[in-house]
């Protein structure tokens, strides 16, 4: 036989639907991962044209005036370390972490190792490190920002205060104001598995930073008295746990915006305050909005009738 | 290597949650699972996408999470494809062989495959899946490649499925819009049919249902290979909201109840049995008959699996199917629900279980949909399948899509 007609009707694939999409449809992240794209690319191009452009000067330099080369590539020690950081790391951190010989001279420096020891340090984030001739080392640390603390063991009997961030990140903190590590609540109902010298970071950090950041702006009052935030029952029930000096358990839903439970909240406990004595022992907002039930340290049989507006 | 590899992310847009998972392609033909993502869907109804902003930020949240969670970033994406949209034909052509020794050439076996792809689609319908049936030569059955056999009549047939253009494209560009391209569309049930079943079982004939939270997907295998899918648009959600009418609750509660007391065979005799809402005596807390919580589950679970049933019609005959029904998806999680379907459908079910060896944290029934996406993708690459054949992208493409 022989191969069939051409005229055989055309089957249309997924494949054949353009995936091009214009950058302005694009999500932030997609836009940024674009950008980065180009932004490598160009990166390529200049690397590419630089790296030509140093080898003709070299060689220029070879053949013309060979001694210059030699008087150039004699750096001074390094006499100043420039510190540029957004967080709270000081020069003495710095030059602690980095243990710098003095002798040593701008270009012996290993830029890359000592990047290395200075991202070991969870509380960095990103570290560029710059040699401006003839003798400063110029460092810029992007550092991470906490949003609570937990108590865990590492390297020794006894617990330690780490804190965490919002990307999961569990690290020392170092430099902080003791106020500030004090008001923040602590974490709990979370597994710390080990990874090198530290831990893996924690998943599900960006909704409990987002509940803290909601609760920190909205309600600093009410904010203030939280003490422990549990993300036991997160992945099984989409629920933050939240213990605070009023009451011993407000259950926030994963599901529904946190700025309405908040609002929520601070409203079912001025109310309660307002037509009753007894102390609230328990707040669900993750039921939903038509009904949130509220338990109070009281007998069941003696409850208050109390309705809230919604 | 790290530089031979390639980042594969399978992704599965449902109702409830969009999954993310991260493979890693090494050369020698495996894939390392590298990293997970997982988040809260928006804007998706029975697996269409409704909303596209809030679709797309949800699923772009698991893909970060994902890319984070595995430290790499993603060269392409499986996607998983499910919904009521999703409709499939059988097609079947036949073609004289060619040469004058009767064997069978590589000519013969395109021809007769491309005759039996060949059918218009009515506008608008975009094919998803094209699902080769054992060749028969002569009326015998033979291997996935006849050229070479002697013969006179070669015989293929195509179960077919294909989509709402439109709906498709919708899914595509919500990952597009994270700059990264779909590498290969896989259909839901065939991605969890091929982490629940063995080749064993494949050969024996299975059925495998997955039900997520918005569809129901299902594969029906048959001689070592799918023979029908299909997709309806009924879910674990639909579960909650009939409880939500049944019993004046909200959504919220629902679920609760749903997860805490529903079965898929109704146990309790008693009618006056109570359960609690929360248990805590707390304000708002109610009672429910335990009783009224079992029929309601009882009913939509077995309407459920009448219409599975149904659409398999004919193809579903028990001899054909002796190594029984896989049950997977979230809501397979219902207690007694593979004594339900075992009523309806009259043949032996059981859960769906992971091969051996699998994370805790992926060992789940809603994550079979990721996890086969990887593993079919892989075995399709590996067998020349769409993915293997694409052409590969150039340096620009690969530096402009970031990865």
Redo the contacts between chains.
Sequence with gaps: MSAPPDDLPKTRSWRDIPQEIAPRRMSTVGRRRLTMGAVRTLATVVALGAIGWGGFEIWRTLKNDPQRLAAMSDSRPLEEIKLTTDGVLDDAWLRRTMDLDPSDGLMELDIFALRSKLTASGQVRQAVLVREFPATLKVLLEERSPVVRLKARLGGPDARTFLVAHDGTVYDGEGYETMLVRSMPWLGGVRLIREGEGFQPLPGMEQLTDLIATARNGVPRRYATWRVVSMERMSSDGQIVVQTTEVPEIIFGVREDFYSQIARMDLILAETKRRTAAPVRSIDLSVGAAQVPVALHQPPGNLPDISFPR | MRSKSRFIGAVEIGTAKVAVLIGEMVRDGTVNLIGFGEC?SHGVIKGLVTDFKSA??AT??A???AE??AGV?IDEVYLAQSGGHLEGFYNQAA????AADNTVSQ??VD?VC??A?????PEG????HHIRRPFQLDGKMVGPNPEHLHGQRLEVGYW?VH?S?SV??NS??VI???????GD?ILSSLASGTMMTTPQDRQHGALVIDIGAGTTDYVLYRDGGPSVTGSIPVGGSHLTNDLTLGLRV????AE?LKIRHGRALTMTRDKSEKVWL?G??????RQFSRRAIELITEARVRELFEVVKKKLSAELVPEHCAAGVFLTGGTSKLPAITDAATKVFGIPTVLGEMPPGMDDKLNRPQHSTVLGLLHFGLQNRASGG?AGRQRSRGL?QK????S
Excluded: P, W, Y
């Design positions: 809260q797309s930020d772009h949240s893909l970060l999470i984070q969670n970033k073609a004289s062989v060619n000519l013969d021809t491309r005759l792809k060949a059918k218009a689609l319908r975009t094919v998803v077919t989509g253009e498709i494209a595509i560009h597009r819009g994270f700059n990264v391209l779909v569309m909200t959504e919220g509660q609760k929360n805590d005596f707390a304000i708002g807390d769409a620009l530096l402009f899509t970031g």
